[in-house]
């Protein structure tokens, strides 16, 4: 029987450690603050925006929510990120993807300066990610590497397996292996003999976005299993990558879903976003 990950309990700490030094930052006179975008009614980020909005609370920032139109142009989105760019109050900036059709993201994600960049999209945080020497970690991809930590699970010499290579969570997390030492394979649609690749693998992330697609065939005796995916079931119940039921028997950890990687997304978003105030305020 494999041990539970609980984000739950580790993003807790995470953001309670956030919440602790935004209390000694606020004594020298600022606040971190961050701006959360949202583009149209798409059911799914508005949760998100509203848990991030939640976690701002709670870690005392100061939070700006701009909810827009569906139909908002892309010369009205440029324009606000470019007035935030300048707000002082602001130290973190993201606008809440997928956007609209119309809507050019890639634009939307070089607009934003890259000192309030705190999601680790603009290409010039995503180019420090892959040299190691990053101010913004990349928020689901670190939220792993801080539960492997929790647990003290050695990654040095490990193989590792990646299923998915999207620039939000596959690409950084490889990255991030890499540079702790793992022997990382990043796996996607094109893979040959993809279970024969991810049986190799002691320590296996799915980020595939497709429910239950990580069958017991495809995991070796004693992995440690980490499931990003998130997969809303038509009986409306949220689902990850990994079959849970079948893979948890075999694995040596196993992270859930609810309550697994996602609530550590958030918390190093709120991570992020202290650091960007202390950054630009020179502490
Ligand atoms: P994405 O951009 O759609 O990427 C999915 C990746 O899976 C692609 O690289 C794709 O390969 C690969 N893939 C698809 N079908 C495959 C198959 N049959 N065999 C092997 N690889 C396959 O998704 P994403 O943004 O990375 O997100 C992945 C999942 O994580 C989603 O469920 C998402 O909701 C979730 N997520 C969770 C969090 C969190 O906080 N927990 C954060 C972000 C995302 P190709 O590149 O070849 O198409």
């Given at each position: 029987?494999?041990?539970?990950i ?28 961050l ?8 059911p799914?980020s508005?949760?998100y925006?509203a848990n991030k909005?939640?976690?701002?609370e ?39 993807l997928?956007l609209?059709?119309h ?10 300066v890259?000192?309030?960049d705190?999601d ?15 101010d913004?970690l ?6 792993v ?20 290579r ?11 292996l ?15 003999n993809?279970?024969?690749v ?9 980020a ?7 069958t017991?065939d495809m ?15 038509e ?7 990994v ?8 694995a040596s950890?196993?992270?859930p879903?609810p309550?697994g990687?996602?609530?550590m ?7 992020n ?7 630009q305020n020179?502490?």
């Amino acid at each position: 029987m494999a041990k539970l990950i609980d984000g739950k309990i580790i993003s807790a700490a995470v953001k309670a450690e956030v919440a602790k030094e935004t209390e000694e930052l606020k004594k020298k006179g600022v606040t971190p603050g961050l701006a959360v975008i949202i583009v149209g009614e798409d059911p799914a980020s508005k949760v998100y925006v509203a848990n991030k909005e939640k976690a701002c609370e709670q870690m005392g920032f100061a939070s700006f929510k701009y909810a827009l139109p569906e139909n908002t142009t892309q010369e009205e989105l440029i324009a606000l990120i470019e007035e935030l760019n300048l707000k002082k109050e602001v130290s973190g900036i993201l606008c809440q993807l997928p956007l609209p059709k119309h809507l050019n993201e890639e634009l939307v994600i070089n607009t934003i300066v890259p000192e309030k960049d705190v999601d680790a999209f603009h290409p010039q945080n995503v180019g420090k990610i892959m040299i190691g020497e990053f101010d913004f970690l990349p928020c689901t991809p670190a939220g792993v590497m801080e539960m492997l930590k929790y647990e003290n699970i050695d990654i040095t010499g490990k193989e590792c397996v990646i299923i998915g290579r999207s620039n939000i969570v596959g690409k950084p997390m490889s990255m991030l292996l890499l540079h702790k030492n793992g022997t990382v394979t990043v796996c996607h649609s094109r893979t040959k003999n993809l279970a024969e690749v991810t049986r190799r693998a002691d320590i296996l992330v799915a980020a595939v976005g497709r429910a239950n697609f990580v069958t017991a065939d495809m995991v070796k005796e004693g992995a440690v299993v980490i499931d990003v995916g998130i997969n809303r079931l038509e009986n409306g119940k949220l689902c990850g990558d990994v079959n849970f039921a079948e893979v948890e028997p075999k694995a040596s950890y196993i992270t859930p879903v609810p309550g697994g990687v996602g609530p550590m997304t958030i918390a190093t978003l709120m991570k992020n976003t202290l650091t960007a105030a202390k950054k630009q305020n020179g502490i």
